[in-house]
């Protein structure tokens, strides 16, 4: 008769015991995990699915605004080149291009400060609720510390 050698030698009764119960705690906790991971799935599919739906529909719209905003940057800069050649019909051409160029900055500029004083008010950040440490004890200790 051979002996038992290994981890079967050294099992002791409660070892014996507990491992069908551990064995069948394993299987449960593998089969929430496939149901988890399956639900999580089916809803990361669903999500997408609605996506792509909505972005076929959307897909039409979208191509005719890019097209309007790109026809319209078109129609600036022509319109920007006009003023710059009617200009400089009165003062030299590099002047009428600087002239012009100032002219665009400055509007540019109005419109981004009254974007900005358009902006919707956001509530003050309180610094000292910032400093104060978020853990109710307070800092945190080493626990072998003195």
Request: aromatic share 6%.
């Amino acid at each position: 008769m051979t002996t038992p050698s290994g981890p079967e030698r050294h099992r002791s009764f409660f070892d014996r015991l507990t491992d069908p119960i551990a064995e069948r705690a394993r299987e449960k906790i593998g089969q929430a995990e496939d149901r988890v991971r399956s639900s999580i799935q089916a809803e990361i599919d669903a999500v997408s699915a609605s996506v792509r739906a909505r972005a076929v529909q959307v897909r039409p719209s979208a191509i005719a605004f890019a097209s309007a905003a790109l026809l319209t940057v078109f129609g600036l800069a022509l319109l920007v080149t006009a003023a710059v050649i009617g200009l400089s019909h009165a003062v030299e051409p590099w002047l009428a291009a600087l002239l012009v160029g100032v002219a665009l900055i400055l509007l540019a500029a109005g419109f981004a400060a009254w974007g900005r004083n358009h902006l919707p008010k956001s509530p003050p950040v309180d610094l000292t609720r910032m400093r104060e440490p978020s853990h109710p004890a307070g800092e945190l200790v080493h626990p072998w510390a003195d």
